[in-house]
């Protein structure tokens, strides 16, 4: 295990990963320390679910609560973990609170935040994730943090966090959020050999996942695990423009579905401009007299008589 930890150290998880599936291949059982080691390994490289499956049961790895709130898996977090949880290893106050945000728990993710802002002050995170329970606790409105927006799309997809990645984090100078929506808009599969007939939602996820993504080349990316997420930016990139003919095709349909939106946009609010024309003629109808038919055709026969007298004084004597 000593040569495993060492790779790791080095910033070389896939060959530790390696190393310990060489010494299972041997046969017998794996101890508990060579367990986690491989799920540290697995960890390191963001294999969640796998990495997951291995550090499950390891509570004193505080890399299993990271797992289960990026997994979503945030009740299973709190039940782990809890505030004596935090008091020995304060590292962890990020992700509880992260959990507690994400089930609308806010005052307790607004104390774990504080307990892990305290610790590092650096972290804009946290403090926004203390401004958003601040927010909330009060009824009032305030800038969403990260954690919870990432809590969000786990739960109800990529597509579903849009408006708020371009109100509050589309300027930001950190190339993780164009990846993380980039990533997971795109539902790798489709680039499969033998994969089916892409449908036409999920083309449109394919440019427009495409779209977060290669902005994101150009962008630096910040904070732990940086190296490890530009190289999966590359290895997603890798993947796109290895399928042009799929990726052309996405666009040339999503193209093509949005001149159709826009010709649909187009009728509907000319239906909308008709409707109001007609509510506006209605209104002014009310707004006449009740007896408005019954003056008009007085109005009419006293503008014919009037004509007739003038025609009788000044032309021939007979009415036209």
Request: net charge negative.
């Amino acid at each position: 295990m000593i040569a495993s930890q060492a790779l790791r150290f080095l910033g070389r998880p896939a060959e530790a990963e390696a190393y310990c599936l060489r010494l299972r291949s041997r046969g017998g059982l794996w101890s508990d320390e060579e367990v986690v080691e491989y799920g540290l390994a697995l960890f390191e490289q963001e294999k969640d679910e796998e990495a997951l499956s291995c550090l499950c049961g390891y509570p004193e790895i505080e890399q299993l609560a990271v797992l289960l709130c990026s997994l979503g898996q945030h009740e299973e977090n709190i039940k782990t973990y809890n505030f004596a949880s935090v008091a020995e290893r304060p590292n962890l106050a990020r992700w509880l609170a992260t959990s507690h945000a994400a089930l609308g728990n806010w005052p307790d993710a607004e104390l774990l935040a504080r307990v892990g802002f305290a610790g590092n002050p650096e972290d804009q995170e946290l403090l926004s994730l203390v401004e958003t329970a601040l927010a909330n606790e009060n009824a009032g409105t305030a800038n969403l943090s990260w954690e919870f927006v990432r809590a969000y799309a786990e739960y109800h997809g990529a597509r579903k966090v849009l408006p708020f990645y371009e109100e509050h984090f589309s300027r930001a100078a950190d190339a993780g959020y164009l990846l993380f929506m980039g990533e997971r808009l795109i539902g790798w599969s489709v680039f499969e050999v033998g994969a089916p007939v892409v449908p036409l939602g999920t083309m449109r996820d394919i440019v427009d996942g495409a779209a977060f993504l290669r902005p994101a080349a150009n962008k630096a990316f910040l904070g732990h695990r940086s190296e490890v997420r530009r190289e999966r930016l590359g290895h997603h990139l890798k993947t796109l423009d290895s399928h042009p003919d799929r990726y052309n095709r996405a666009l040339k349909e999503a193209i093509k579905e949005q001149n159709k939106d826009d010709k649909e946009r187009r009728k509907i609010e000319d239906s909308l401009e008709k409707t109001r024309e007609k509510a506006e003629l209605q209104r002014l109808r009310h707004t006449l007299p009740a007896n408005y038919p019954q003056m008009t055709t007085l109005s009419e026969n006293a503008t014919t008589a009037h004509n007739n007298e003038r025609f009788f004084v000044y032309g021939s004597g007979r009415p036209g």
